[in-house]
C-alpha cells in the first residue's frame, strides 16, 4: 500500500535498467568479495542467536506454578518455601571435652544466630565472647568448646533465673519475648549503598524453657501442647515437615513430635540424669519486597532447641544439678508469599511476543541473505542447495550481538516482563546461594541453567538504556557520516554476568549484628494488641531487593568504567570507551539507528589502501593535542626519534584498526567513490537492518519510503539515496550543487538488491 505525499522532483529522462544493471550483475559475488570471515564470529554467532532463540525455553515465559520452579516447595498456593526447610544438629557438647574447637558460624554470622544472641544481651549472658555481638573481631574461625559449652548452660540459666518464680514451682513452661532490629549484610550488592538501600531485618524472638521436673514428669511432651506458653511456630504450616520438606530431605512429621523424639532419645541414654527444654524461636516480620511490580515478602523463620542433660543430687526435684551434656539442634525455612502467579497470562503473552520476534528476525535476516544472493548474476541459474549454501555465508558474517539488541520493540517487552517478576525471581536465587554453613551450594545442570537464565534478565534493561543513549545522541545535528556511537559485542552480557556477582555471599564478612532490642508481653493476644496499636519496631517495613540490586551493582560497574578512563585518560591521554560504526545514508530514515546500537568493530571492515584523509592522520593529530598539553618543547622531544613516534601509535591503535577506520568512514562517506568493498559493506549493512521485522514492514507493505536515483554531473556516476537525505539537503560531503535527480521511486516497488545499495 502506499501513502499519497506530495510528488517529487521531476523525473530525468534516462534508462533506469541500466543504472540497475550495474549494481546487480556488475558487483556479482559482492558480498564475498568485501565481507571477511571469522570463525570465532561465526561460533560467538550460533551460541548468541541459540542462547536467543531458546530464551523463554530455558527460563520458562513465567511463573506459572511455584511447583514448577527448580527445587521450591509449595506449601499454600501463593507460598513456597524457598530455603529448606532445614533440620540440622549444630552442637552436642559434653563438660568433659575440653580440647576440641567449635565454630563461630552458628553463633555469630548465621541468621539463627540472632536471637541467640537478643536473649545473650537481654539476660547479660557473660560467658558469650564480646567478638560474637560484633563488640570486637574474632581472632579466628572457631571458639574452645569449653567456652562454646559454658555460653549455653549459661544462657538457658539465666533464661530460668529471669522467669516467674510461680511458674517454676507449678513446675510449667515458662517464657521470655523480645523484639529486636538487626543488619544482614551477606550478599556483595549489600555493601553498595548500605545506608541507602539496606533496611534492617526486624524480629521476634520467643524462648520457651521446659524445666526437668516437667520433661521427665512426662512420658512424652508436645511442646505445643501447654496453652500459653506455645512457641510461636506451632501455628505455621512449615513445621509440618512431611508437607513441607522436599524429596532430599527426610520426613519426620511435625517439629514437636521431632523434639519430642529427641527428648526421649536423650532421656533413654542417660538414666540417672534429668533433662531439660529450652526452645528459641525467631519469626522475621513480613516486609514488603518493592523491587517490582509483583508484591511479596521472604520472612524467615528458625527455631533452636537446647537440651540439656544433668546429674543432680535429688532427680525427682531436680535440685542441685550440674550439666553433663548439651544439644544444640535447629531448624529454619525461608517462606515467600508473592501474587506473582497472578500475573502470569500477562508475562507470558510479553515474553512469547518477543521471543517469537526474534525468531522472525533471525528467519527473516536469513531469508533476505538468500534472496539477496539470487538476485547476482552469478547465481540466476543456481539450484536452492547452492543459494542456501551463498545465503548461509553471508549470514555467518553477521555479528549475532547486533540481532541481539538491534530491535527495540522486543528489547521493551523483556524489559517490562524482567520489571514485573524480578522481586520473587532474585529472592530465589539469593537463597540458593549458600547452605546452612555459609558454604556455596552445588547446583545441579537444571536449575544452574534456570538461575543464569533468571538473573541474567537485566541483560535486557541494559540494552533498552543502550538503545535510548543512542537515539538521544543521534537525534540534533546528527548525520549518517559521524557514525553510530556504540558498543563492542558482548560488552552488555559481561556487564549482566558482573551483576551476577552481588548475589554471592561472603563468609566472613556477613554482618548480623543486632541495632536494637527490647523485651514486650510473651502473650499471643498482647502481641496482636501491640501490634495494633502501632509500637515501634512491631510492623514490618520495605526492603529494597529486586530491580535495585541490579540498579546497585550497575552503579559500582560505572564508577570502575569511570575510574578506568580517567586513570588511562591521565596516562594515555586518549581513550575512547565508545567506538563508532560508520553506516550509510540510508541510517536513520530507511531503518533507526539503534540497529548499530552494538558496535561492528574494526575488523569488520575489508583492508583496502585507503586516500589520505586528514582527520584520520593520526600521528600528527595525537602530536597536536600534546603540543596543546604539553607545550611545543615536550613534542620536540617526542618527535626526536621516528621509532618512539611509531612507538606511541601502536600503543594507540591496535594492528588495521586505524586503517580499517579510514576506509569505512571513506568509503560509506563518499558515495561516488566506492570501490566494491565498500558497496558490499553498505548492502550488508542494509541487508542486516532492513530485516527488522518492523523495518521490512514499513518498506515493503505499510506506505514505504520515496528513493531517489542521483547522477553526478560531472562523473557520469549513479548512486541511490533517501528522497529525505535530498530534501534535507544532509551536511556532509556529498556535492549537492554537482547532482541531479534521475528518478523518484517508492521502496515498495523496488527489488530487494536495489534496496540493499540504498544509501
Given at each position: 500500500m502506499k501513502i499519497a505525499q506530495s510528488p517529487g522532483p521531476p523525473a530525468i529522462a534516462t534508462d533506469i535498467d541500466a543504472v540497475k544493471d550495474r549494481w546487480i550483475r556488475h558487483r556479482s559475488m559482492i558480498f564475498d568479495m568485501g565481507i571477511p570471515f571469522s570463525w570465532l564470529r561465526f561460533a560467538s554467532s550460533l551460541m548468541s542467536i541459540?542462547?536467543?532463540c531458546t530464551d523463554v525455553v530455558r527460563s520458562t515465559p513465567g511463573i506459572r506454578s511455584y511447583k514448577s520452579i527448580p527445587g521450591a516447595v509449595v506449601i499454600e498456593p501463593d507460598t513456597l518455601e524457598t530455603y529448606g526447610p532445614w533440620a540440622y544438629d549444630v552442637q552436642m557438647l559434653s563438660s568433659e571435652d575440653k580440647n576440641d574447637t567449635v565454630g563461630i558460624w552458628s553463633y555469630k554470622f548465621d541468621t539463627t544466630s540472632i536471637s541467640w544472641r537478643a536473649f545473650a544481651q537481654h539476660l547479660n549472658v557473660t560467658s558469650f565472647p564480646d567478638c560474637l555481638h560484633y563488640n570486637s573481631d574474632c581472632t579466628s574461625a572457631t571458639i574452645n568448646q569449653t567456652i562454646a559449652f559454658k555460653m549455653i548452660d549459661e544462657l538457658v540459666e539465666q533464661t530460668v533465673a529471669y522467669c516467674s518464680t510461680e511458674q517454676q514451682k507449678r513446675a510449667a513452661p515458662s517464657s521470655i519475648t523480645v523484639r529486636s532490629e538487626a543488619l544482614l549484610l551477606a550478599a556483595g550488592h549489600h555493601y553498595l549503598l548500605t545506608k541507602l538501600f539496606v533496611t534492617p531485618l526486624r524480629r521476634t524472638h520467643q524462648a520457651v524453657h521446659f524445666p526437668a521436673s516437667l520433661v521427665m514428669r512426662e512420658r512424652s511432651i508436645n511442646v505445643c501442647a501447654f496453652r500459653g506458653f506455645r512457641p510461636h511456630f506451632c501455628h505455621d504450616l512449615w513445621q509440618n515437615f512431611n508437607r513441607s520438606s522436599n524429596t532430599g530431605w527426610y520426613s519426620f512429621g511435625h517439629i514437636a513430635k521431632d523434639i519430642q523424639s529427641k527428648l526421649h532419645e536423650l532421656k533413654t541414654h542417660n538414666p540417672g540424669s534429668v533433662v531439660d527444654l529450652t526452645v528459641l524461636s525467631s519469626r522475621e516480620d513480613t516486609m514488603l519486597n518493592v523491587g517490582g511490580l509483583t508484591q511479596g515478602a521472604c520472612p524467615k523463620v528458625d527455631v533452636s532447641t537446647v537440651m540439656r542433660v544433668r546429674s543432680c543430687r535429688n532427680v525427682?526435684?531436680?535440685d542441685s544439678c550440674t550439666t553433663k551434656l548439651v544439644r544444640d539442634h535447629r531448624y529454619e525455612t525461608d517462606q515467600c508469599t508473592s501474587n506473582a502467579t497472578d500475573w502470569f497470562p500477562m508475562v507470558r503473552a510479553i515474553r512469547i511476543t518477543a521471543q517469537v520476534y526474534f525468531i522472525a528476525r533471525v528467519l527473516l535476516l536469513l531469508w533476505g541473505c538468500v534472496l539477496a544472493r539470487s538476485q547476482e548474476a552469478a547465481y540466476e541459474n543456481a539450484t536452492w542447495l547452492a543459494l542456501a549454501r551463498a545465503g548461509l555465508r553471508t549470514f555467518a558474517r553477521v555479528p549475532a550481538q547486533g540481532i541481539v539488541y538491534g530491535s527495540p520493540l522486543p528489547i521493551l517487552l523483556y524489559t517490562i516482563a524482567y520489571w514485573i517478576d524480578t522481586p520473587i525471581a532474585y529472592q530465589i536465587i539469593a537463597n540458593r546461594m549458600c547452605d546452612i554453613d555459609g558454604n556455596v551450594v552445588k547446583l545441579g545442570l537444571k536449575e544452574l541453567t534456570w538461575l543464569m537464565a533468571v538473573q541474567m534478565r537485566n541483560v535486557w534493561?541494559?540494552?533498552?538504556?543502550?538503545?535510548?543513549?543512542?537515539?538521544?545522541?543521534s537525534r540534533r545535528g546528527w548525520t549518517p557520516p559521524q557514525g553510530i556511537i556504540g558498543l563492542p559485542e558482548f560488552s552488555l552480557s559481561s556487564v549482566s554476568a558482573f551483576t551476577a556477582l552481588g548475589q554471592l555471599q561472603f563468609h566472613q564478612?556477613?554482618?548480623?549484628?543486632?541495632?536494637?532490642?527490647?523485651?514486650?508481653?510473651?502473650?499471643?493476644d498482647r502481641l496482636a494488641a501491640m501490634r495494633a496499636f502501632g509500637t515501634p519496631l512491631l510492623w514490618g517495613s520495605v526492603i529494597s531487593e529486586g530491580v535495585f540490586v541490579d540498579t546497585k551493582m550497575l552503579l559500582a560497574?560505572?564508577?570502575?568504567?569511570?575510574?578506568t578512563y580517567v586513570v588511562t585518560r591521565l596516562a594515555l591521554n586518549s581513550w575512547v570507551p565508545m567506538s563508532r560504526t560508520f553506516v550509510p545514508y540510508s541510517a536513520g530514515v530507511l531503518w533507526p539507528v539503534v540497529a548499530f546500537s552494538v558496535n561492528w568493530g574494526a575488523d569488520f571492515f575489508p583492508v583496502t589502501e585507503a586516500p589520505k584523509l586528514s582527520r584520520f592522520s593520526s600521528g600528527r593529530s595525537?602530536?597536536?593535542?600534546?603540543?596543546?598539553?604539553?607545550?611545543?618543547n615536550h613534542v620536540q622531544a617526542l618527535t626526536s626519534s621516528r621509532t618512539q613516534s611509531m612507538m606511541i601509535l601502536k600503543a594507540k591503535w591496535p594492528r588495521n584498526r586505524k586503517k580499517r577506520l579510514e576506509v569505512a568512514h571513506l568509503e560509506l562517506s563518499n558515495v561516488h567513490a566506492r570501490s566494491d568493498d565498500g558497496h558490499g559493506v553498505v548492502a550488508m549493512m542494509n541487508l542486516f537492518a532492513m530485516t527488522d521485522p518492523l523495518v521490512w514492514l514499513r518498506l515493503r507493505w505499510i506506505g514505504g519510503h520515496r528513493i531517489c536515483y542521483m547522477r553526478n554531473k560531472d562523473t557520469g556516476a549513479?548512486?541511490?539515496?533517501?528522497?529525505?537525505?535530498?530534501?534535507?539537503?544532509v551536511d556532509c560531503e556529498i556535492?549537492?550543487?554537482?547532482?541531479?535527480?534521475?528518478?523518484?521511486?517508492?521502496?515498495?516497488?523496488?527489488?530487494w538488491s536495489e534496496l540493499l545499495h540504498c544509501g
Open positions: 541459540g542462547l536467543l525427682l526435684t531436680a534493561v541494559l540494552g533498552l538504556m543502550l538503545q535510548l543513549g543512542v537515539s538521544l545522541m564478612l556477613r554482618d548480623t549484628r543486632i541495632l536494637n532490642l527490647f523485651e514486650i508481653g510473651s502473650s499471643p560497574m560505572f564508577c570502575v568504567v569511570v575510574g595525537i602530536l597536536s593535542r600534546f603540543s596543546s598539553r604539553f607545550g611545543s549513479y548512486c541511490c539515496l533517501p528522497y529525505a537525505t535530498y530534501a534535507d539537503r556535492p549537492w550543487y554537482r547532482m541531479e535527480v534521475v528518478a523518484v521511486k517508492w521502496s515498495t516497488e523496488m527489488t
